[in-house]
């Protein structure tokens, strides 16, 4: 990997007392707090002659000072109280300052003792780089700072940005994975995921969304666009990253808070700061046209531990388990049997929307063979002759998809349906103009801001499905 080949160069070039360096040191270009969350400057070279003699083989970052907390920002964007402000910790500042550097090489760097800071307190030394060696300390990635503090690194971390790296995809898929983008602004990037396709890596996975977006997606930012939320594989819909690490930050308290708040029974504040809607086609309907689904869910192992499984929990004194609250309503029905459902969850538990419709609904989602399993044997039964495929529509859906994905197949015409869930519409607060208001003005009041709304249109196979419960 390239941080490890890195590493061996920073090992190999760490600072002796006895040889102060006389080269130019490096420092990030960041001028204030907010410049540093968006900047897209990679690490330059400074001529700094009154001090390139004291800091020796090192890498000198920019004073510490009182920056934006992305976690408390967030929890206020929320609605919640940000309390105290969080401590900053060596690591979080090394990652904010040094957003091309990945971050697996700086926490190696922490743990092999590579860090060093010279406390706001020291005065300057005019002894040579000697004297200013004598003054650095070790410094954990734990260890909080105070105003002025200065982290320095071995100075070989900037070969990294002389190191090139080529884009893993073909023009055609740069295309396709940059097609799926509908909004962009300074802080986020929202993407229409299309379905079978995984969003994060993981054991047999080749290719996934993460690594996708960090080649097509990172456009002339210095930093890839990170994950804030999850869809699963196999369904679609509205998918957020952060194209920073302090928008990723604020996002990641969003979507946590939200969880939280759902789960102390905040249930009345008909404004939600985050507000998701899934479109689902189901099998049967529900008894009631809407309603508010309490379940709490648990984990269960399944076929000899090989695999697992989400499951109601009724008695959560023996069983661990997370509460899981899920709005929903009918938005149609048809004669065939299946219902459009409208899913609105509260919390953001794993599989939580698909268990829900299974167990407690009673409705399993079409395409869905790990809850709804047995509805699907009898999918023979549920699907009438009529909902065959034309010819024409065949000849339609030979046509290839990039990544194998077969994303004209799959709708309720076929002996193997897709699942059909698709996260349609998404309410979120507008973190790219709280950013801006909170950096020019620390007063501001954030809950009137507007909210950014997002729509995704259905995917193929579901809008294919639609229309032929609708002709």
């Known amino acids: 990997m390239l941080y490890t080949k890195l590493l061996r160069g920073v090992l190999l070039q760490l600072p002796r007392k006895s040889a102060p360096d006389r080269a130019a040191r490096l420092a990030v270009s960041i001028s204030q707090p907010y410049q540093s969350h968006y900047s897209t400057k990679t690490l330059t070279r400074v001529n700094d002659n009154d001090n390139k003699s004291k800091r020796g083989k090192w890498f000198t970052l920019p004073p510490f000072n009182s920056t934006i907390s992305g976690a408390a920002l967030g929890k206020q964007l929320a609605g919640g109280s940000t309390g105290d402000t969080a401590e900053t910790t060596a690591l979080k500042w090394v990652l904010r300052c040094c ?112 690594e996708l977006a960090a080649a097509c997606l990172t456009y002339d930012f210095s930093e890839s666009p ?18 920073t690490q302090m928008s990723a930050t604020v996002l990641h308290s969003i979507f946590r808070e939200k969880t939280f708040g759902a789960s102390r029974d905040d ?22 046209p809407k309603g508010l689904i309490s379940a709490p869910l648990g984990k269960v192992v399944v076929d000899n531990g090989k695999s697992d499984r989400i499951t109601i929990v009724d008695n959560a004194q023996n069983m661990s388990s997370q509460h899981a609250i899920t709005e929903y309503r009918v938005i149609g029905s048809s004669s065939h049997g299946y219902t459009w459902l409208e899913l609105s969850p ?50 339609f859906m030979e046509k290839p998809s990039p990544f194998g994905l077969g994303l004209e197949n799959g709708s309720i015409s076929e002996k193997q349906p897709r699942l059909h869930l698709h996260c349609k519409e998404m309410v979120l607060p507008d973190v790219s103009r709280a950013l801006q208001n909170v950096q020019l003005s620390s007063g501001c009041d954030l809950l009137e801001l507007e909210s950014l709304k997002l729509v995704a249109p259905l995917p193929l196979h579901m809008q294919r499905s639609w229309d032929i419960l609708n002709s």
């Open 267 to 288: 249930l009345d504040n008909e404004k939600r700061i985050l507000q998701r809607r899934y479109w689902a086609l189901v099998i049967g309907s529900p008894r009631h």
């Open 346 to 395: 509260l919390t953001g538990r794993k599989h939580q929307l698909r268990v829900h419709c299974a167990e407690v609904l009673g409705t399993p989602i079409v395409g869905d063979y790990k809850y709804g399993w047995q509805a699907h044997r009898r999918w023979k039964e549920l699907h009438p002759p009529d909902l065959s495929k034309s010819s024409n529509e065949k000849l």
């Open 226 to 243: 990170r994950l804030v939320h999850r869809l699963d594989r196999d369904s679609s819909g509205i998918l957020v990253m952060g194209r």
């Open 99 to 210: 957003p091309e550097l990945p971050r697996s090489l700086i926490q190696k760097l922490f743990r092999l003792r590579q860090v060093r800071r010279e406390s706001s307190g020291m005065e300057s030394s005019n002894n040579g780089g000697q004297a200013q060696e004598a003054k650095l300390k070790r410094v954990a990635a734990k260890d909080s700072l105070s105003l002025g503090d200065r982290i320095f690194l071995p100075i070989s971390v900037q070969e990294f940005h002389h190191e090139k790296q080529d884009c893993p995809c073909t023009e055609e898929e740069v295309n396709f994975i940059r097609s799926l983008e509908f909004y962009k602004d300074p802080a986020i990037i929202a993407i229409n995921k299309p379905p079978g396709m995984p969003v994060q890596g993981g054991v047999g996975i080749k290719r996934s969304l993460d």
